[in-house]
């Protein structure tokens, strides 16, 4: 008899579970960080996640430190010998968009979005650890003078950041790999990042 009521208890607080949660978490979320849900993050995980995604070659890829735009997963030098040029939009003769044009070119393989150009030096942070990014991307002196509003507004609009999620196809017609996170979550760590004071961890 009481085996009979635990098991019925069991069954409707799991019955109870699945109705609570009426949407199927992403693939992600079993993969990667099965025990975080997105909604409930700290402001420590919340930047975790911001941060894997600035690491990631999408995002880095046209944030070099050095003056070369990288290509692909290994982030090699760019093709062509192309580099920042003045006002990191190339060179007179081959501006970023004479070949990058408004959208992703399926056949050729050149990724596209509008304004594409390089990221200027001051924010650029391949090589540097997490927290020093994150110190560059808050300071206005390096941010290109953004307040907190407009990074996240930035961060969670601009045709350049949202392309990492619709990155085309390469020059050999292959995929080119997303971020770690979906862009809805990617949204919602930054927010939740930007509403806690956008805390840096020391390390
Ligand atoms: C002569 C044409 C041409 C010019 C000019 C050009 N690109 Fe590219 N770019 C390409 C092609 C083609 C690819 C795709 C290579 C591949 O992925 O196989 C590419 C890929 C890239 C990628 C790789 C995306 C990724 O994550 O793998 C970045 C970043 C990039 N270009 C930035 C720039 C910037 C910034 C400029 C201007 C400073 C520029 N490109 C100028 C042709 C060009
Ligand atoms: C095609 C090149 C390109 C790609 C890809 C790109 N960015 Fe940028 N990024 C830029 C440029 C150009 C600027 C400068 C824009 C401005 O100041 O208005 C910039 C500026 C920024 C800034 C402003 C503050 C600062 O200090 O850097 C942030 C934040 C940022 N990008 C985040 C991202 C994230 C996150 C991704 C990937 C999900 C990404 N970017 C992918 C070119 C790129």
New binding site residues.
């Given amino acids: 008899m009481n085996r009979i009521v635990v098991l019925l208890v069991i069954f409707s607080l799991g019955a109870f579970y699945l109705i609570g949660s009426n949407k199927e978490p992403p693939l992600e979320a079993y993969t990667v960080i099965p025990e975080v849900k997105i909604d409930s993050l700290t402001a420590e995980r919340a930047y975790e996640e911001v941060m894997n995604v600035l690491m990631h070659?999408?995002c880095?890829?046209?944030h070099p430190t050095d003056d070369i735009?990288?290509?692909?997963?290994d982030?090699h030098p760019?093709?062509?010998g192309?580099?920042?040029?003045k006002e990191?939009?190339?060179?007179s003769a081959?501006?970023?968009?004479?070949?990058?044009q408004e959208a992703n070119n399926l056949n050729?393989?050149?990724?596209g979005a509008p304004h594409?150009?390089?990221a200027p030096a001051s924010m650029g942070w391949q090589g540097l650890s997490r927290s020093e990014i994150a110190q560059r991307l808050l300071d206005p002196e390096t941010n290109g003078g953004k307040s907190h509003k407009e990074l996240v507004t930035h961060m969670t609009e601009d045709e350049l950041v949202l392309w990492?999620w619709n990155?085309g196809?390469?020059?050999?017609g292959i995929p080119?790999k997303k971020p770690p996170i979906s862009e809805e979550e990617f949204k919602k760590a930054v927010e939740k990042w930007f509403d806690e004071g956008a805390p840096v961890p020391s390390k």
């Fill in positions: 070659p999408r880095m890829n046209c735009p990288k290509q692909g997963m982030r760019h093709y062509f192309m580099s920042r040029g990191n939009k190339g060179f081959t501006k970023c968009a004479t070949c990058h050729s393989g050149v990724p594409w150009s390089l990492a990155p196809v390469d020059a050999n080119r």
